[in-house]
């Protein structure tokens, strides 16, 4: 019997799974957590830490400024964790990613199992995730200024062509890391050095003019810059590059899919 697939548009097969997808997510959300005395707490646990740390310790003892115009210490803690949610989101995709197929074996050895639904599920729960330490910031920041900005309703436009990307990139690796194992072990190593170039700790504005091009063509660039823009800003986003980075996506998640579908073909002999 042939992958179902196999026989439609990715868009419309994604669909026909969906409730397939929405157990996996779910399952793969609580699965994380199983055997802890705090279960899912933890999700929501864990980011209030992390900015509460980050908030003690460049707030209150560094005293870090993100700008000369920033008036509030505060602010160096919520402009770096919007910075670090979202190259967190890809780290979390990326890095898990090239295991998938090696720790679902059963899964490959099912000849009608769709295991193109694998990767969107790894890349849906780190968006659950996500959305978790979204919530915590937005938290603090009402804490902080007493006020929202109306432009944070923006911010599913802003990461919307990232996830797409992520998609493709996942599904890439996913298929890689059947055949080089080691492919686990860099992806590590290149998301760690990807959070240093990318303006999570620095705006991009603070890089020398010559490294600004080159700087720009990091994925996770624009992404950053326009969720401080919408969330802590109240600034619209630039809707021509975040057009111009879906198209960019789009092709990225075609090529990703096309190459996962060819090394399918031999998954099954290689685990």
Same mark, same amino acid.
């Given at each position: 019997m042939a992958n179902p697939l196999t026989q439609s548009s990715l868009p419309v097969a994604l669909?026909?799974?969906?409730?397939?997808? #929405?157990?996996?997510t779910w399952r793969e959300v609580l699965g994380r957590y199983r055997g802890s005395a705090g279960g899912l707490v933890w999700s929501l646990l864990t980011p209030i830490l992390m900015l509460s740390v980050y908030t003690a310790v460049f707030s209150g003892i560094f005293q #870090?400024?993100?700008?000369?115009?920033?008036?509030?210490?505060?602010?160096? /803690?919520?402009?770096?964790f919007v910075g670090l949610i979202i190259h967190g989101l890809a780290a979390e995709c990326? $890095?898990? =990613?090239p295991g998938l197929m090696v720790g679902n074996v059963s899964y490959v050895k099912r000849v009608v199992f769709p295991l193109e639904t694998l990767p969107v599920v790894n890349l849906l729960s780190a968006v659950f995730h996500f959305l978790i =330490?979204? /919530?915590?910031?937005?938290?603090?920041y009402f804490a902080v200024h007493r006020h929202l900005h109306a432009t944070a309703f923006w911010l599913p436009?802003?990461?919307?062509?990232?996830?797409?990307m992520l998609a493709g990139v996942g599904w890439f690796l996913a298929g890689l890391g059947v055949y080089l194992r080691d492919i686990a072990q860099l992806t590590g190593l290149l998301t760690m050095i990807l959070m240093f170039l990318s303006p999570v700790f620095y705006p991009a504005s603070a890089l020398p003019a010559k490294f600004q091009t080159i700087f720009?063509? $990091?994925?996770?660039?624009?992404?950053?810059?326009?969720?401080? /823009?919408v969330l802590?800003?109240?600034? #619209?986003?630039?809707?021509?590059?975040? =057009?111009i980075y879906m198209v960019a996506a789009l092709v990225v998640a075609f090529f990703g899919y096309r190459s996962f579908q060819v090394m399918k073909k031999g998954f099954a002999d290689v685990l």
């Open positions: 669909w026909r799974h969906r409730h397939l997808i #929405a157990t996996m #870090a400024r993100w700008s000369q115009e920033s008036s509030s210490p505060l602010d160096y /803690a919520l402009q770096l990326l $890095n898990r =990613s =330490s979204l /919530a915590v910031l937005l938290v603090f436009v802003v990461v919307a062509p990232y996830v797409v720009q063509l $990091n994925p996770l660039t624009i992404i950053i810059e326009q969720g401080r /823009a802590l800003d109240g600034k #619209a986003p630039d809707l021509l590059s975040l =057009s």
